[in-house]
C-alpha cells in the first residue's frame, strides 16, 4: 500500500505563499494530476513530497508512514523532472540502471529491469549510446525508463514529457498511462497542459497561486468546476462566461443579459440563488453545451455571428452578447458565415451559476 497523504502542506519563499495549506490524499495506485498555471506552486509541492524542498509547515505520509523529515532516499519514491537530470558520459543502460546499482540490486537483476523499461519505453536500440548524442524527447525517456526501473511504490514527475515534439507526445501520453496501470504506482505528475491533466489523470488537483482549488475526477472538474478559474483553465475553449442580473418574472427565475435577453433557469435553481435576485449574477457555460439553429427556436436568443473559425472536427462561432464575447462549438456541417443571424439557446441544466463577485460557482441550474 503505498497511498500519499499531504497534510496542511505550507511552503514560504520569502514574504510569497509558493504551497498554502495543501491538503491531498493520493490513493494507492492512484494516478493524481497537478494541474495549474507557471508559478502556481506544482513544483514546490512535488518537492515537498519527494523530500527536496522541507515545507515550512504540514506533513507528507507515505504508505502510513510520516516521511516529513526524511531524506529522499528514504521515502522510497522514483522521480522524473523537466529537466532529466541523466548523466550524459554514460551510456543509455548504465543510467536507467544507476539507481539500481546503488541500491545493491544484483547485476542480472539490474539487466532484466533495465531491458524491460528500455522495452516498455522503445529506446532498446539505444541502449549502449550515450545522452550526448541523443534528442530532447530521448534523453526524457531515458529518464522515465530509470524512474520505472526502480519498481518503487511512488512515482513523482514533473512535466515528464515537456520536451518531446507534438506528435511524440500525443503517443507517450497514451503510452505513459498504459505503463503506469501496470507498474501499478502512485503517480503525482505535474503539468500545466489541461488536455495532458484531462486525459491522464484518475484525478486532477487545480492549483492557483499556491491554493489546491479542486481535486475531482477529470469529467467533474471540467463540468462541475468550483470557481470561475478552473472553468477558465480547463477546456479548450475555455469556459464563457455571460454577465447578467438575476430578475424574477413569471416564469421563474432568468438571468438578463446583453440587450434584455432573458435566460431561464430550471425550476430547480440553486437555494443560493434566490436572495440574489435583482444583483449581478455570472453565468458559465461550455461551448459545447449551446444549441445553434439557423431558425427561431423557442426560447432561444436571437445573435449574430461576428467569426468562423472552421477546426476540423468542429467549428468554432464567436457571438457578441452584449458585452460578452461566447465561444460556439458548431457541427462542420452547420454552414454559415460571418454577419449572419443565427438562434442560440442556453440549456438551462448546463448553465453554471457564478457570483461575480468572488467567482464562486453557487450551483448548476441541475440541481
Ligand atoms: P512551473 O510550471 O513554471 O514550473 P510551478 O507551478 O511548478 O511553476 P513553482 O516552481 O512551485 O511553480 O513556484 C511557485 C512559486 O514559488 C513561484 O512564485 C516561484 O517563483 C516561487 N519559488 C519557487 N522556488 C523558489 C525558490 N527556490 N526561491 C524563491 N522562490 C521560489
Known amino acids: 500500500m503505498a497511498e500519499i497523504r499531504i497534510e496542511g502542506v505550507s511552503k514560504v519563499f520569502g514574504d510569497t505563499y509558493a504551497v498554502r495549506n495543501a491538503n491531498l490524499t493520493i490513493h494507492d495506485q492512484e494516478f493524481l494530476v497537478l494541474l495549474g498555471p507557471s508559478g502556481?506552486?506544482?513544483?514546490?509541492?512535488?518537492?515537498?513530497?519527494?523530500?527536496?524542498?522541507?515545507?515550512?509547515?504540514?506533513?507528507?505520509?507515505?504508505?502510513?508512514r510520516d516521511v516529513t523529515y526524511l531524506p529522499p532516499g528514504e521515502r522510497k519514491i522514483s522521480m522524473v523532472f523537466q529537466s532529466y537530470a541523466i548523466f550524459p558520459h554514460m551510456t543509455v543502460r548504465?543510467?536507467?540502471?544507476?539507481?539500481?546499482?546503488?541500491?545493491?540490486?544484483?547485476?542480472?537483476?539490474?539487466?532484466?529491469?533495465?531491458?524491460?523499461?528500455?522495452?516498455?519505453?522503445?529506446?532498446?536500440?539505444?541502449?549502449?549510446r550515450r545522452p550526448a548524442d541523443m534528442s530532447g524527447g530521448q534523453r526524457q525517456r531515458v529518464a522515465v525508463a530509470r524512474a520505472l526501473a526502480m519498481q518503487a511504490e511512488v512515482l513523482l514527475m514533473d512535466?515528464?514529457?515537456?520536451?518531446?515534439?507534438?506528435?511524440?507526445?500525443?503517443?507517450?501520453?497514451?503510452?505513459?498511462?498504459?505503463?503506469?496501470?501496470?507498474?501499478?504506482?502512485?503517480?503525482?505528475?505535474?503539468?500545466?497542459?489541461?488536455?495532458?491533466?484531462?486525459?491522464?489523470?484518475?484525478?486532477i488537483a487545480v492549483m492557483r497561486d499556491g491554493v489546491i482549488q479542486q481535486c475531482d475526477e477529470p469529467a467533474t472538474v471540467y463540468s462541475e468546476p468550483v470557481n470561475q478559474f478552473v472553468g477558465s483553465f480547463i477546456g479548450n475553449p475555455p469556459m464563457n462566461f455571460i454577465d447578467g442580473v438575476l430578475r424574477r418574472v413569471d416564469t421563474g427565475l432568468v438571468a438578463e443579459v446583453g440587450d434584455g435577453f432573458q435566460i431561464p433557469a430550471t425550476s430547480e435553481v440553486p437555494d443560493e440563488l434566490m436572495p440574489r435576485v435583482d444583483a449581478p449574477i455570472r453565468l458559465g457555460i461550455r461551448a459545447e453545451s449551446m444549441v445553434t439553429s439557423a431558425?427561431?427556436?423557442?426560447?432561444?436568443?436571437?445573435?449574430v455571428i461576428s467569426v468562423v473559425e472552421p477546426l476540423g472536427a468542429q467549428n468554432l462561432?464567436?457571438?457578441?452578447?452584449?458585452?460578452?464575447?461566447?465561444?460556439?462549438?458548431?457541427?462542420?456541417?452547420?454552414?454559415?458565415?460571418?454577419?449572419?443571424?443565427v438562434?442560440?439557446?442556453?440549456?438551462?441544466?448546463?448553465?453554471?451559476?457564478?457570483?461575480?463577485?468572488?467567482?464562486?460557482?453557487l450551483g448548476t441550474g441541475a440541481r
Request: aromatic share 4%; net charge negative; proline share 4%.
Open 94 to 128: 548504465d543510467n536507467i540502471g544507476f539507481g539500481l546499482r546503488m541500491s545493491k540490486t544484483s547485476k542480472t537483476e539490474i539487466k532484466r529491469r533495465v531491458d524491460e523499461a528500455a522495452e516498455l519505453l522503445h529506446i532498446e536500440d539505444l541502449l549502449e
Open 159 to 203: 512535466e515528464p514529457l515537456s520536451n518531446l515534439d507534438a506528435l511524440l507526445r500525443l503517443e507517450m501520453r497514451a503510452e505513459l498511462k498504459r505503463l503506469l496501470r501496470e507498474v501499478k504506482a502512485t503517480t503525482i505528475y505535474v503539468t500545466h497542459d489541461q488536455i495532458e491533466a484531462l486525459s491522464m489523470g484518475d484525478r
Open 295 to 303: 431558425e427561431p427556436a423557442e426560447g432561444a436568443i436571437e445573435v
Open 40 to 64: 502556481c506552486g506544482k513544483t514546490t509541492l512535488l518537492r515537498a513530497v519527494a523530500g527536496l524542498g522541507m515545507a515550512d509547515a504540514g506533513q507528507v505520509l507515505i504508505g502510513g
Open 343 to 361: 438562434w442560440l439557446q442556453l440549456p438551462a441544466e448546463q448553465i453554471r451559476w457564478i457570483d461575480p463577485a468572488d467567482e464562486l460557482v
Open 317 to 341: 462561432l464567436t457571438i457578441d452578447l452584449g458585452d460578452n464575447r461566447l465561444k460556439v462549438s458548431t457541427h462542420p456541417s452547420f454552414d454559415v458565415r460571418p454577419g449572419q443571424t
